[in-house]
């Protein structure tokens, strides 16, 4: 069992809607959580990072924790075209980043 | 402040060569990452070094795979001989402390033939 998952889509919203993308992960101990969003052929660029349960809110992103659960979302509202890439959901777990495979997003103009 | 620097951005070479990846991070950081990403496994860690010390080398594929960080701001990643598989983006990243956000290099794509 990976770490962490994702669900790898593809995942389509019109533009103006809320992307809605959705991590797991498996062990107990993963405190940080981050979520990076890459573009083809770039490199991962750090958007939100989240450490207690709740809800976090930077712009028009939000990140999500449920501890208990072992999930993590990120909102993205009003999306743009230029949201369009993939988010990669990672955990840290002692000093390791584990990565999951990446949710490609495309917003519909 | 610089972000991540890699070179070559680009390498292509045959296989049986030997390919040398260079990486600085950014500076004051202590922690310090080489990825492999692929569009059949993601990003894989291949090993990373904390204070200039190789903490895990636990996903070197091989024997052929090597890495060094003989200072805080310089970091190489050696693969001698090359082999087609090899071909792959390889990410350099760093971060400081905790909870310490990962930044990560431009990337260095490498093709083997």
């Known amino acids: 069992q990976k770490e962490v998952e994702q669900n790898s889509g593809p995942l389509s919203v019109p533009e103006g809607a809320i992307a809605s993308l959705n991590c797991t992960y498996s062990?107990?101990?993963?405190?940080?959580f981050f979520w990076y969003r890459q573009y083809s052929g770039k490199s991962p660029e750090l958007i939100m990072s989240?450490?207690?349960?709740g809800d976090k809110e930077d712009g028009r992103f939000t990140a999500q924790l449920n501890k208990a659960s072992q999930y993590v979302s990120l909102l993205i509202r009003d999306s743009q075209p230029s949201d369009s890439a993939t988010y990669l959901c990672?955990?840290?777990?002692?000093?390791?980043?584990?990565f999951g495979t990446g949710t490609s997003l495309t917003v519909i103009p | 402040d610089a972000g991540v620097i890699q070179s070559p951005r680009h390498e292509v070479t045959e296989m049986g060569q030997e390919v040398t990846l260079r990486c600085k991070p950014i500076?004051?950081?202590?922690?310090l990452f080489w990825y492999r990403q692929t569009m059949m496994r993601g990003l894989e860690l291949l090993i990373y070094?904390?204070?200039?010390?190789?903490?895990?080398d636990s996903g070197m594929p091989e024997d052929r795979f090597s890495a060094k960080m003989p200072n805080a701001s310089f970091s190489t990643l050696k693969i001698q001989p090359s082999e087609p598989r090899d071909s792959a983006v390889y990410f350099c990243?760093?971060?400081?402390?905790?909870?310490?956000?990962?930044?990560f290099g431009e990337g260095s794509r490498l093709t083997v033939l």
């Open positions: 990243a760093s971060r400081k402390g905790l909870p310490g956000e990962l930044f």
């Open positions: 062990d107990r101990g993963s405190q940080s």
């Open positions: 989240i450490y207690s349960n």
């Open positions: 990672a955990a840290l777990l002692g000093n390791q980043f584990y």
């Open positions: 500076s004051g950081h202590d922690y």
């Open positions: 070094f904390n204070n200039n010390v190789p903490i895990d």
